[in-house]
């Protein structure tokens, strides 16, 4: 098999058929919903749809090959219940940080309002704890449940720290608990599945690449190419007072940033030599990540997943 991986779709062709599974466990879930509304569910299976890349679930199957794992019913149910989550945490974080464009396509709640948009989040979250519970695995219930608890207070930790740069240990954490968290529950729920086979190596490579991959995120807002606002909305971060790597490193940490205008943070939070610091930090993270994985043996799935860290 080559593994000489270029792309992210290279990547993801090795389990196509097993995101298939996942993508058609999900419809189905949607569909089986009892309300009249059929625009409205056409509209929310279309969201798992157009643009998402569906990282997670790959990861997912990538590690379960990579690791030997029988890929059943369960591993599928798993991966859909990732996705769902993953999915409906975008539709609140939308109405949160007022974000008009996800995925280059108007958010869910510029077409159909706040209170619709969070009844829409919440109820694919208890899809997704169907899906969980359907694995009969309590550890599995158990991860997931962490997961959400870490997902909610990075959230409100991001809310009451806005207007001020936080240390840069703080931001680390907060990107653990915001956007690691789900990384963490997917794998190391993988494990739990497998009897816990490489537990530990699965959870900590999901952490540092989960808060990798939210740096890199957090480093687009700044510094992404004009045409990609199509995608996001650029310099929302800083609009909104939350401010991230680039701007911990332009200002300092703990620095109260009220009396700099909105155009100076993005400036000064801009430059090259802040953005080639911000990538240094990125790489520290991946290179941690893949150190964890090393005692897996080597796969045309392992190679992708070193790919995949350093496409982050
Ligand atoms: C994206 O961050 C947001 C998250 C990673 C987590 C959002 C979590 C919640 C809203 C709370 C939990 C919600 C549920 C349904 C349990 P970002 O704004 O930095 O990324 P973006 O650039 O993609 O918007
Ligand atoms: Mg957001």
Redesign the pocket.
């Known amino acids: 098999m080559n593994s000489n991986f270029k792309t992210y779709s290279e990547i993801k062709k090795l389990v196509e058929p097993e995101i298939l599974k996942m993508s058609s466990v999900i419809s189905e879930r949607i569909y089986k919903t009892n309300i009249p509304e059929q625009e409205f569910l056409n509209e929310l299976n279309e969201y798992f749809k157009s643009g998402s890349k569906q990282l997670r679930s790959c990861l997912i199957f990538l590690f379960a090959k990579a690791i030997n794992a029988e890929v059943n019913e369960k591993t599928v149910k798993l991966a859909a219940a990732v996705e769902i989550?993953h999915n409906?945490?975008?539709?609140?974080?939308?109405i949160?940080?007022e974000?008009d464009i996800r995925r280059g396509k108007t958010a869910l709640h510029k077409k159909y309002g706040n209170k619709l948009s969070i009844i829409a989040?919440?109820y694919?979250?208890s899809l997704a704890i169907n899906l969980l519970s359907e694995t009969g695995n309590s550890k599995i219930i158990e991860n997931f449940a962490n997961c959400?608890n870490a997902?909610?207070l990075?959230?409100i930790e991001q809310y009451f720290s806005q207007k001020t740069t936080p240390s840069l240990e703080e931001y680390i954490i907060k990107s653990e608990a915001?956007?690691a968290s789900?990384f963490k529950a997917s794998l190391k729920s993988l494990a739990d599945l497998q009897e816990k086979k490489h537990s530990k190596s699965l959870e900590t490579f999901a952490k540092y690449f989960g808060i990798a991959f939210?740096i890199s995120?957090?480093l687009k807002?700044i510094s992404a190419l004009p045409q990609k606002e199509k995608q996001?909305p650029r310099f929302?971060?800083i609009k909104a007072g939350i401010y991230t790597a680039p701007v911990i490193y332009a200002f300092g940490e703990n620095k109260l940033l009220d009396k700099f205008s909105t155009d100076e943070i993005i400036k000064k939070s801009g430059t090259k030599p802040i953005q080639e610091k911000t990538k240094q930090l990125i790489k520290t993270q991946v290179n941690e990540a893949k150190r964890q994985i090393t005692n897996i043996p080597d796969s045309a799935y392992k190679q992708a997943i070193l790919k995949l860290c350093d496409l982050i």
């Open positions: 989550i409906a945490t975008l539709i609140h974080d939308d949160i940080d974000s989040g919440d694919l979250l959400l997902l909610c990075g959230e915001k956007t789900l939210q995120d957090d807002n996001k929302n971060d």
